[in-house]
């Protein structure tokens, strides 16, 4: 296990707080993750509800510079249904087919398509794979998965357009309900999302979630001057063997000659067909903290409510079926439990080959939009990080709160892939964890700093 020295997970850590401690969290971010290589730059934060207490900018990023969110996108499409449910307009239990015209005839065979619901797009148990098919790639990629890979080929559609003719007309990896593979659901929620509210969700996310929180410089749509803010997109051409199976290494290995370790050059201002569920926001740090910091704090921040606490409870329970973890074989493809090496933060990068990754979490379980740490222990995190909840970008964005111990954590980068790097969100919520909380023993609670 690669821990960062003086921050490590377990019983035993002792509580390390003061500038002593945030410099050597600076020391072995700058050394594992810049000076290797494995980030060109990243911008680390540790906050409360009520304020920031590390931040800091690596490598050649900037305070302000504007992030490809990537997957960071389906938890503000999680917070936006949780919102159409508080507001009577929707139930996470109803089938996707009350709310779609184009789910209300079966195209699934011997599959029950009427009663996919909402909840199970949210929590990855819909059936659905993924189009860049997170796959097991030592049993190859399925049937289902391969004809998945032709819409990499097709155009851009707007999400009504790639909703309605696409996934409603999608194959299933298996009967919705009973397993966990982790796809694109979250578009068929922010569709419905967009026909209840009678207005692209584009503009319903700005005006009843980023427009209200302040975070003025996030959206799906970027000025000019946004664009040029974002730091250089780049492909690890490192290790394509590992953790990108099919289609995804192939086209990658295409772009190598052209890449290497370049970086994508900046690209242009986004456009309507851009906007998905899943993907799609971009954002500054500064705007993400004050999303996470809303979380921490309930579903309210600057006394302006987003989410009922109740809300915000549902979105943090673990939701697998019979409470579940993220191994196989409940989770599609993913590693079973007893191959685990605990504690593992995921699982380690030579068994990316076998295994799918993003199924693949120890001691977690996955709530709506976040996976949920029920076991810190066997997740590899320090004793006091259960029940904290986060997820990833497949650029390198991580994003974690924890309500329990009012610690919040985010490094972002601009690295694809998110898999390689994810121990990154590990050490950062770990060395969180040592510095704000005490832990004399394993069998005495732990409390929080009065000085933070």
Not at 142 to 156: C, G, Q, R
């Amino acid at each position: 296990m690669n821990t960062m020295s003086g921050f490590e997970g377990g019983a035993n850590t002792h509580a390390v707080v003061g500038p002593e401690a945030e410099a050597e969290l600076t020391r072995l971010f700058q050394a594992r993750y810049i000076d290797s290589g494995l980030m060109d730059g990243a911008t680390v934060v540790i906050c409360r509800k009520a304020s920031i207490v590390y931040h800091k900018v690596f490598g050649g990023h900037a305070c302000d510079s504007v992030y490809t969110l990537f997957s960071l996108t389906k938890i503000v499409t999680t917070v936006a249904a949780l919102q159409m449910q508080e507001a009577g307009k929707l139930n996470l239990d109803d089938p996707i087919s009350r709310h779609l015209e184009s789910f209300k005839v079966t195209r699934r065979p011997g599959m029950a398509d009427g009663m996919m619901t909402i909840r199970q797009c949210l929590n990855h148990t819909a059936g659905f794979s993924y189009l860049t098919g997170i796959a097991n790639a030592k049993a190859g990629w399925t049937d289902l998965e391969k004809h998945e890979a032709k819409l990499l080929k097709s155009k851009k559609q707007d999400l009504t357009t790639f909703v309605d003719e696409h996934m409603a007309r999608r194959g299933l990896l298996f009967e919705p309900g009973t397993r966990f593979s982790y796809a694109d659901g979250h578009s068929i929620v922010a569709a419905v999302v967009a026909q209840l509210a009678g207005k692209p969700f584009q503009d319903y996310v700005k005006d009843h979630i980023t427009g209200p929180l302040g975070m003025h410089d996030t959206g799906f749509l970027l000025s000019p001057a946004q664009s040029n803010q974002r730091p250089s997109l780049a492909i690890d051409v490192v290790d394509l063997d590992h953790p990108y199976p099919q289609p995804i290494s192939f086209i990658l290995k295409q772009m190598k000659c052209f890449f290497s370790t370049a970086p994508f050059p900046k690209t242009t201002d986004s456009t309507p067909t851009d906007v998905r569920g899943d993907v799609g926001l971009n954002g500054p740090v500064a705007d993400m903290i004050r999303f996470n910091q809303m979380l921490l704090n309930d579903g309210e921040l600057d006394g302006v409510r987003i989410l009922s606490k109740a809300s915000v409870d549902a979105m943090c329970m673990n939701t697998l079926p019979g409470d579940g973890e993220l191994v196989a074989p409940l989770a599609f493809g993913a590693m079973p439990a007893e191959n685990q090496r605990a504690p593992c933060f995921g699982i380690e990068r030579d068994q990316f080959k076998m295994y799918r990754g993003l199924n693949s979490y120890p001691g977690q379980g996955f709530g709506l939009g976040v996976a949920v740490v029920t076991d810190a222990a066997k997740a590899g995190l320090a004793l006091s990080a259960s029940g904290t909840c986060w997820w990833q970008g497949l650029a390198s964005t991580y994003f974690a709160f924890n309500r329990h111990a009012d610690i919040g954590c985010l490094v972002f980068a601009q690295r694809v892939g998110c898999l390689r790097r994810q121990e990154a969100l590990r050490d950062v919520i770990n060395a969180a964890h040592a510095m704000l909380v005490d832990r004399p023993s394993a069998n005495e609670a732990p409390r929080l700093r009065s000085r933070l």
